[in-house]
């Protein structure tokens, strides 16, 4: 099983929809979870952290973590055609110096 | 946006030649990293450090080495580059073990 696990996409949503992104993760006593989003070309840049159960509220993000499923989602509010990006999930690797493994990204792309 | 440069931000090499990438913070964040990423890999953990003078591997760090003389800089070291070694570099920081990471704006690196 891969450590980080993300649906490649393309995910496609209409202008004003909400996106969905799923992460799931394999290390039982992963402390710390991240979303970043990626544009092309870009650095990846910090959008959510979240580190204990339930929901995380930030603007138009929402990030929810459930760690008895090991699963860590973020949703878009209203979405817009500059959320179009690739989405990556980030999970702390337990018993590191804060290492991060992150799953190979979401690719959204928000439809005007 | 976190102090972070790199240098260079592209570069063009041949197989055998020595390369040094640098990343300078001016955050005096304790822990620095050095990634790769690559089209289907996502982004993997070369090396990181935890203090000046700590460093420690990561996932891929066969054929790189790194120094920290000072906490602002971290230099990624590619003794003898080849082509494999072709990918994009981004050095991230830290303020402390499983908090947020932060990424500098990349290297793109071609071994020829």
């Known amino acids: 099983q891969k450590e980080v696990e993300q649906n490649s996409g393309p995910l496609s949503v209409p202008e004003g929809a909400i996106a969905s992104l799923n992460c799931t993760y394999s290390d039982r006593v992963s402390q710390s979870f991240f979303w970043y989003r990626q544009y092309s070309g870009k650095s990846p840049e910090l959008i959510m952290s979240?580190?204990?159960?339930g929901d995380k509220e930030d603007g138009r993000f929402t990030a929810q973590l459930n760690k008895a499923s090991q699963y860590v989602s973020l949703l878009i509010r209203d979405s817009q055609p500059s959320d179009s990006a690739t989405y990556l999930c980030?999970?702390?690797?337990?018993?590191?110096?804060?290492?991060?493994?992150f799953g190979k990204g979401t690719k959204l792309s928000v439809k005007p | 946006d976190a102090g972070i440069t790199q240098s260079p931000r592209h570069k063009v090499t041949e197989t055998g030649t020595p390369v040094t990438l640098r990343c300078h913070q001016t955050?005096?964040?304790?822990?620095m990293y050095w990634y790769r990423q690559d089209p289907g890999h996502g982004l993997r953990l070369i090396h990181y450090s935890y203090g000046v003078k700590d460093t420690d591997k990561g996932e891929v760090s066969d054929g790189y080495s790194v120094s920290r003389s000072k906490t602002e800089d971290f230099l990624l070291t590619l003794e003898s580059a080849t082509s494999s070694q072709t990918s994009v570099y981004f050095c991230?920081?830290?303020?402390?073990?499983?908090?947020?990471?932060?990424f500098g704006p990349g290297t793109r690196l071609t071994v020829l």
């Open positions: 991230a920081i830290s303020e402390k073990g499983l908090n947020e990471q932060f």
């Open positions: 979240i580190y204990s159960n």
């Open positions: 955050e005096n964040h304790r822990y």
């Open positions: 980030a999970v702390n690797k337990a018993g590191s110096q804060g290492n991060l493994i």
